[in-house]
Structure formats: structure tokens, C-alpha cells
T-cell receptor, first 120, second 116 residues
Framework: EAGVTQFPSHSVIEKGQTVTLRCDPI?????LYWYRRVMGKEIKFLLH????????ESGMPNNRFLAERTGGTYSTLKVQPAELEDSGVYFC??????????????????FGAGSRLTVL | AQTVTQSQPEMSVQEAETVTLSCTYD???????LFWYKQPPSRQMILVIR??????QNATENRFSVNFQKAAKSFSLKISDSQLGDTAMYFC?????????????FGSGTKLNVKP
């Protein structure tokens, strides 16, 4: 099966510009997550979708970030306007288990390769 | 606070040797899972191994095994017979029932270089 696909793989933009990152989860996965890793730091949770609904967006840094998941399929993460501190790698992940668990245990997240964002 | 600490930013090991990556975590929850993920250069992050906190027996997956010390909140990863393909960033993480295992906490990663 196809994995989690993210694009662009790398985006370089000027401060103040807008960038939209896209994530295509594994087909049939209702759960979709966005995480971010700022250079050298830990990977941090941004938000979680169940189908098209935002289940938890407690990790979103501020209102410059907007995530959508139209029709419960692919998701986009828009940063507008971008700031220098938004630079980092944005990871998308998906999982199948509703309620956080599968029959074999806790959610197993399948990650994409990440989208690297550089804000100059 | 829910935190994960990986104190080794970078490590090197000779091919065929054994290496241990350290990880400590902090949570007040009792029901949680621990994970090690690896991200090879320019590739997606993949699950290496996972451990349920209620299980005392350490998880193993082929050449990968963990040393889970619940009281000390320590979860180290041992890689035996290291291979060149093990070169990657390794991230330690956990998820708790508090958030229905839908919010994971990660460390800052350890970059492992396997040398020929």
C-alpha cells in the first residue's frame, strides 16, 4: 500500500509569505496528525483530525496556522504569514485505530517523510 | 508535564557492534505506550519498537531490544549487530490514555552513525 505522502519536500519562502503543506494519508486511515520539529528540538504535536473533524488542535502555535482536511481525505497546513520561527520540518502521520487503539495495542502512527520549511 | 529527554544528540558505532541509545521520560499517567522511531536520511520515520507500560517484559524486534525501567522512567534502545542501514535519527516517544493515545510526546532525537 502507498504510504503517507507529503509535499513539497522542501519549501523556501520569505518572511511574510504564505505556504501550504499537503499530506495524503494512507487510504482508509481516519486519523491524521500534524507534528513539527524545529531544528535540533523535539518533535511536537500540532493537531489531530478524525476524518474531517479537528479532534485536538492544542498544539497549534497561533492563528497564523490553519489546518484543514476536506472530505476526510488529504489535509493541508497553511502558514500565513510565515515568520522566521516557523522554520522546521513538518511531519504528517496517519493511523487506523479509532479511539487511539487497534486490536494489537496503541495507535501505530505511519509518518510521511516530512516537509522542510525554511523561512528567510 | 509530559516530556521526553534524549541526552545523546549524536552517536557512532562500528558495523557489527552493539550500541545503546538512552531515553528518559516524565508522565504522571500509568497507562501509556513507549515507542522508538527511526528516520533514515531523507526518508520517512518508521516504527522500530513499542512497549506497553503495563508489561514488565522488555520488547524485542530482531536486533532491536529495549530496557524498560518503569520506576526510573527510562526506556533505552539497544541495537545489536549494527548495520549500515541503521544509520538514522532515532526518536523516543510515548502516548498516554489521557489523550486516548492520539497525542505523542517525542524527544529531540539521537543521530546514529554506523561506520563500516
Amino acid at each position: 500500500e502507498a504510504g503517507v505522502t507529503q509535499f513539497p519536500s522542501h519549501s523556501v519562502i520569505e518572511k511574510g509569505q504564505t505556504v501550504t503543506l499537503r499530506c495524503d494519508p494512507i487510504s482508509g486511515h481516519d486519523n491524521l496528525y500534524w507534528y513539527r520539529r524545529v531544528m535540533g528540538k523535539e518533535i511536537k504535536f500540532l493537531l489531530h483530525f478524525v476524518k474531517e473533524s479537528k479532534q485536538d488542535e492544542s498544539g497549534m502555535p497561533n492563528n497564523r496556522f490553519l489546518a484543514e482536511r476536506t472530505g476526510g481525505t488529504y489535509s493541508t497546513l497553511k502558514v500565513q504569514p510565515a515568520e522566521l520561527e516557523d522554520s522546521g520540518v513538518y511531519f504528517c502521520a496517519s493511523s487506523q485505530g479509532l479511539g487511539g487503539k487497534t486490536t494489537t495495542g496503541a495507535n501505530v502512527l505511519t509518518f510521511g517523510a516530512g516537509s522542510r520549511l525554511t523561512v528567510l | 508535564a509530559q516530556t521526553v529527554t534524549q541526552s545523546q544528540p549524536e552517536m557512532s558505532v562500528q558495523e557489527a557492534e552493539t550500541v545503546t541509545l538512552s531515553c528518559t521520560y516524565d508522565t504522571s499517567e500509568n497507562n501509556y505506550y513507549l515507542f522508538w522511531y527511526k528516520q533514515p536520511p531523507s526518508r520517512q520515520m518508521i516504527l522500530v519498537i513499542r512497549q506497553e507500560a503495563y508489561k514488565q517484559q522488555n520488547a524485542t524486534e530482531n536486533r532491536f531490544s529495549v530496557n524498560f525501567q518503569k520506576a526510573a522512567k527510562s526506556f533505552s534502545l539497544k541495537i545489536s549487530d549494527s548495520q549500515l542501514g541503521d544509520t538514522a535519527m532515532y526518536f523516543c516517544a510515548f502516548g498516554t490514555a489521557l489523550y486516548n493515545f492520539n497525542k505523542f510526546y517525542f524527544g529531540s532525537g539521537t543521530k546514529l552513525n554506523v561506520k563500516p
